[in-house]
């Protein structure tokens, strides 16, 4: 049965690998993504040691100068997707986004040197990939945290990978809509119109694009031009460990300026991730850098800043906010608190489940010690698939499968679930 589901899985990522990068789903997601490419890898590294280095590999090799990694990399012409490279406008000779993702590329690079077999090739790949990545890290606190508070904002939500999450709703009431280029959606021709961002919500979006675009993509004035500056606990949790795992793995290749500058991000990110804890909600809120307040909404964006060596006693409280959600639901974790009354178990970011938030919520759990919970998380991601297939993202009340089939980083999460380790 296991072997079973580890076969399918592999088969699913060779089926959407397109030789030096993969993408996330045929039709609905035809470019490299990436966030998608950095946990792929991982799921590649079980399987295909050298394929899962090339999958981060093309991802830096379309760094900017300024060292921010594109959110997604458009290699080849495809119509099937709508903003596409016209949009954005950022000049590039392999047109990309001008916008980012969640940094879990150092993260995954410390996991593929580890696992490791071919010890030479890991050294040498690791090595080059060390100070991009750590020029990306060097970026986010540069540019996205312009006063040093220790935390990063992302401006435009799909920065976040939680798309259309509640969290930015009040938020996104300050984005105008005025100017909007017209435009012809493409994912609703994919996917369930129903399960997808509402219209009003892509209006913002695509405004948000045309103003950067603007700019001129400036990354000197995007910040504080934006009128969408977020705080997200998730987001900066994966960066955080992003930068305690790439201070390891610095140490070890006798990068110490790497290292140490990588630990300080770390421990100056987990002490800032402080300020955005609620007693009242049992997790991390997002902090709305316009408006200077805690958005008091319980998404799982802050329970995945348990991915970060948040201190003991915030893991447990973050655990036992999960258990207490688990009370309503089928499957963990749901998007969104079940009993708020935006829940929509099926709307994307709003609701459902989704694999990789599962993946990072568990193994940050483990390592706090918080493994009746974690396990849970992985069983339930493991009933999904059984249920369901590798879908984009499932219901957690009857484990509908939703978005995009085939799914890349789904397939890969289960290669992780089932060749699991105890984490370190
Ligand atoms: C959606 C998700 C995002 C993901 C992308 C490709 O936009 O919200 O997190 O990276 O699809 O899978």
């Known amino acids: ?51 899962a280095w090339t999958e981060v590999e093309t991802l830096f090799a379309h760094q900017w100068d300024d060292g921010m990694v594109p959110h997604i990399i458009f290699h080849q012409h495809d119509d099937g997707y709508f903003p596409g490279p016209d949009v954005w406008g950022t000049g590039r000779e392999v047109p990309t986004t001008g916008i980012t993702q969640p940094a879990v590329a150092g993260y995954s690079v410390h996991q593929l040197y580890r696992r490791a077999q071919d010890r030479d090739a890991a050294e040498r790949r690791a090595r080059a990939l060390l100070p991009k990545i750590h020029a990306w890290h060097e970026w986010f606190y540069r540019a996205r945290d312009p006063e040093g508070t220790g935390l990063v904002a992302i401006i435009h939500p799909w920065e976040s990978g939680r798309d259309n999450s509640v969290d930015w709703d009040a938020a996104f009431e300050r984005v105008p809509t005025e100017g909007v280029m017209p435009f012809k959606r493409r994912d609703t021709q994919h996917a369930n119109p129903e399960h ?44 955080i460990r992003a930068c305690s ?21 770390a421990e100056r990110g987990i002490a800032a991730m402080e300020s955005l804890w609620s007693d009242k909600r049992g997790q991390y809120l997002c902090f709305d850098r316009v408006t200077a307040e805690l958005v008091d909404n319980p998404s799982s964006g802050g329970l995945l800043a348990s991915f970060a060596a948040i201190p003991a006693h915030r893991a447990r409280a973050v655990a036992e906010t999960i258990a207490r959600w688990g009370e309503k639901v089928t499957y963990l974790v749901p998007s969104q608190d079940p009993e708020s009354p935006d829940f929509d178990s099926l709307r994307y970011w ?59 980083w789904t397939a890969a999460m289960v290669i992780e679930f089932l060749t699991r380790e105890t984490q370190s």
């Open 1 to 51: 049965m296991t072997q079973d589901m580890i076969d399918r899985a592999e088969a699913t990522m060779r089926k959407n690998d397109r030789g030096h990068y993969t993408v996330p789903t045929h039709g609905l997601y035809p470019f490299q993504w990436n966030w998608d490419s950095a946990l792929s890898a991982l799921g590649f590294s079980r399987f295909d040691e050298d394929r």
């Open 196 to 239: 997808r961002p509402t219209q009003a919500q892509y209006e913002r979006y695509i405004w948000l694009v045309q103003h950067f675009r603007g700019l001129d993509w400036d990354n000197s004035k995007l910040h504080d031009a934006s009128p969408f500056r977020i705080v997200d606990p998730g987001f900066n949790a994966i960066l």
């Open 245 to 265: 795992e790439l201070a390891d793995l610095a140490r070890q290749l006798g990068e110490n300026d790497i290292a140490a500058q990588s630990q300080a991000y």
């Open 350 to 408: 709003r609701g459902p489940v989704w694999l990789v938030v599962n993946y990072m919520i568990a193994n940050g759990l483990e390592r706090a010690g918080e493994t009746k919970v974690a396990d849970r998380i992985v069983a339930d991601s493991l009933r999904l698939i059984e249920e369901s297939g590798f879908a984009e993202y499932y219901s957690p009340l009857d484990a509908e499968p939703c978005g995009g089939g085939s799914f890349t």
